[in-house]
């Protein structure tokens, strides 16, 4: 199954959208390119928003009101005790999380017929990397048909802040994109919308199409690979058929899942 439109309403509540580009500019090491290309902004390639974009106007838009949750589950490794106070705090909180997940995901399957998490991950991880191609590159009508109002608004100033384009490149999938969220929000009797957060883990790599703007270690640094995890959240109006996903933004990574060199000591 091809994915419809990846389009949706783009910000979270804190700046957990941010764009390579502003970090670019201060890179003095490896350490500070891998923590800019972290921070790289959801994208897609041309091909790709032929396919998944449709036009500004065409199906009812709902302005942006927020992340329906930011909960992931622990791995149990990382839970506490089960018997001592917080464990019991935390197997409730897991459990009336588990039921929303598993109500959000029948909705969706109500709304979507054949929908499948695994399959959407995948598509999501391919609109992820054709968005940041686009915003690589600077194209604002890619990002435009992709991309949430707050979202786009974002990139585009990040864009027009920059002194260059750059060219990104994704050169591996460390471990295949998961789909680790999915929630649900009525907003009337008609009206139903549906959030994603699909993990992506890969190694990435972006190089400046001018090295003016940079000294030749920094430069020299921006062109290594560096593994780059990201919690992308799409969103649509699943009760629209004709409505497209978009990407939202982005979910802040717990600090379990970074990637060991990107953890605070």
Same mark, same amino acid.
């Given at each position: 199954m091809?994915?419809?439109?990846l389009?949706a309403?783009?910000s979270?509540?804190? &700046?957990? $959208?941010?764009?390579?580009t502003?970090t670019?500019?201060?890179c003095?090491?490896s350490?500070?390119?891998?923590?800019?290309?972290? *921070?790289?902004?959801?994208?897609?390639? %041309?091909?790709?928003?032929? /396919?998944?974009?449709q &036009?500004?106007?065409q199906? !009812?838009?709902?302005? =942006?009101?927020?992340l329906?949750s930011? !909960?992931?589950?622990?791995?149990?490794s990382? *839970? &506490?005790?089960?018997?001592?106070?917080?464990?019991?705090?935390d197997?409730?909180?897991? @459990?009336?999380?588990?039921?929303?997940?598993?109500f959000?995901?029948? /909705?969706?399957?109500?709304?979507? %017929?054949?929908?499948?998490?695994?399959e959407?991950a %995948?598509?999501? =991880?391919?609109?992820?990397?054709a968005?940041?191609e686009? !915003?690589?590159?600077?194209? $604002?009508?890619?990002l435009?048909?992709?991309?949430?109002?707050?979202?786009?608004?974002?990139?585009?100033?990040?864009?027009? *802040? #920059?002194?260059?384009n !750059?060219?990104? #490149?994704? @050169? +591996?999938?460390v471990t295949?994109?998961?789909?680790?969220?999915? #929630?649900?929000?009525?907003?009337?009797s008609?009206?139903?919308?549906?959030?994603?957060?699909?993990?992506?883990?890969?190694?990435?790599? %972006?190089?400046?199409? +001018?090295r003016k +703007?940079?000294?030749?270690?920094a430069?020299?640094?921006?062109g290594?690979?560096? #593994?780059?995890? =990201?919690?992308?959240? $799409?969103? *649509? @109006?699943? +009760?629209?058929?004709?409505s &497209?996903?978009? @990407?939202?933004?982005k979910m802040?990574?717990?600090?379990w899942? $970074?990637?060991?060199?990107?953890?605070?000591?």
């Amino acid at each position: 199954m091809a994915i419809v439109g990846l389009r949706a309403s783009g910000s979270l509540r804190r &700046p957990m $959208l941010q764009s390579m580009t502003s970090t670019f500019y201060k890179c003095q090491s490896s350490v500070i390119a891998r923590q800019a290309l972290q *921070r790289t902004a959801l994208p897609a390639s %041309a091909s790709l928003v032929r /396919s998944y974009s449709q &036009p500004r106007g065409q199906h !009812f838009v709902v302005s =942006e009101f927020g992340l329906f949750s930011d !909960f992931v589950p622990q791995p149990w490794s990382k *839970r &506490p005790f089960l018997l001592s106070k917080a464990g019991l705090v935390d197997a409730k909180t897991h @459990i009336v999380e588990r039921a929303r997940e598993i109500f959000s995901l029948l /909705s969706v399957k109500y709304y979507l %017929a054949g929908w499948k998490s695994a399959e959407f991950a %995948a598509e999501a =991880e391919e609109l992820y990397g054709a968005m940041n191609e686009a !915003f690589a590159q600077g194209d $604002l009508k890619a990002l435009d048909s992709i991309c949430m109002t707050t979202m786009f608004a974002n990139l585009k100033a990040e864009i027009k *802040r #920059r002194k260059t384009n !750059f060219e990104w #490149r994704k @050169i +591996s999938t460390v471990t295949p994109p998961k789909t680790v969220q999915i #929630r649900l929000g009525r907003l009337t009797s008609e009206v139903s919308v549906a959030q994603v957060v699909v993990r992506i883990d890969q190694q990435q790599a %972006a190089v400046p199409l +001018s090295r003016k +703007s940079f000294n030749s270690a920094a430069a020299a640094a921006l062109g290594k690979p560096v #593994r780059v995890v =990201e919690y992308v959240v $799409l969103q *649509r @109006i699943v +009760s629209d058929k004709n409505s &497209p996903w978009a @990407i939202y933004g982005k979910m802040k990574v717990p600090e379990w899942d $970074l990637p060991s060199d990107n953890k605070s000591n």
